[in-house]
T-cell receptor, first 116, second 110 residues
Framework: EPEVTQTPSHQVTQMGQEVILRCVPI?????FYWYRQILGQKVEFLVSFYNNEISEKSEIFDDQFSVERPDGSNFTLKIRSTKLEDSAMYFC??????????????FGSGTRLTVV | RKEVEQDPGPFNVPEGATVAFNCTYSNSASQSFFWYRQDCRKEPKLLMSVYSSGNEDGRFTAQLNRASQYISLLIRDSKLSDSATYLC???????????FGKGNQVVVIP
């Protein structure tokens, strides 16, 4: 079964440092997403990406965040200057189509980011 | 009102028993509904879609009540392996993002 792959599985960083979280979506998928889940809280949408541009972003996705698809296979989330409250599990996801149905919407296994 | 609301529990269920829980959603125009399962510190995984007529997949039954704006999940003959958090997901209309509830934590007790 096709998978969404995320690296690293766990990253520890110091406050103020930049981090890049990496994802390889399913190869024929067109829509890419980042979500985060703070420990004990619900999964929250950050950003969606289609046709090499952001299609939607949430209030959480401020100027400290950016996304990129640099080479046609990787999809990255960069946090420019990490804060303690950025500590969370970050999930990448991809889907094959836009629309109301869940066309193969698949999540990666996540990167646990710890900011110290 | 939150997009998707769930009573987090936990729901402690004896093995073999039935457990059911609901999720309410705020947008009456919502068209699609899903239940996801999330194990501790793992990614959400699609359990089942919820259709207007209700649907069943083995021991799991999902139903939709549009008038009262809630969906439900029922698990029959609970197994220890059913212990997980069940997430209600309602995509906003015309949108690809998923709106998650906080989840119903189910603990199946031997």
């Amino acid at each position: 079964e096709p998978e969404v792959t995320q690296t690293p599985s766990h990253q520890v960083t110091q406050m103020g440092q930049e981090v890049i979280l990496r994802c390889v979506p399913i190869s024929n998928h067109l829509y890419f997403y980042w979500y985060r889940q703070i420990l004990g809280q619900k999964v929250e949408f950050l950003v969606s990406f289609y046709n090499n541009e952001i299609s939607e972003k949430s209030e959480i996705f401020d100027d400290q965040f950016s996304v990129e698809r640099p080479d046609g296979s990787n999809f990255t989330l960069k946090i420019r200057s990490t804060k303690l409250e950025d500590s969370a599990m970050y999930f990448c996801a991809s889907s094959g189509r836009r629309g109301p149905l869940n066309y193969g919407y698949t999540f990666g296994s996540g990167t646990r980011l710890t900011v110290v | 009102r939150k997009e998707v609301e769930q009573d987090p529990g936990p729901f402690n269920v004896p093995e073999g028993a039935t457990v059911a829980f609901n999720c309410t959603y705020s947008n009456s125009a919502s068209q699609s509904f899903f239940w996801y399962r999330q194990d501790c510190r793992k990614e959400p995984k699609l359990l089942m879609s919820v259709y207007s007529s209700g649907n069943e997949d083995g021991r799991f039954t999902a139903q939709l009540n549009r008038a009262s704006q809630y969906i439900s999940l029922l698990i029959r003959d609970s197994k220890l392996s059913d212990s997980a958090t069940y997430l209600c997901v309602v995509p906003p209309v015309g949108n690809n993002r998923l709106a998650f509830g906080k989840g119903n934590q189910v603990v199946v007790i031997p």
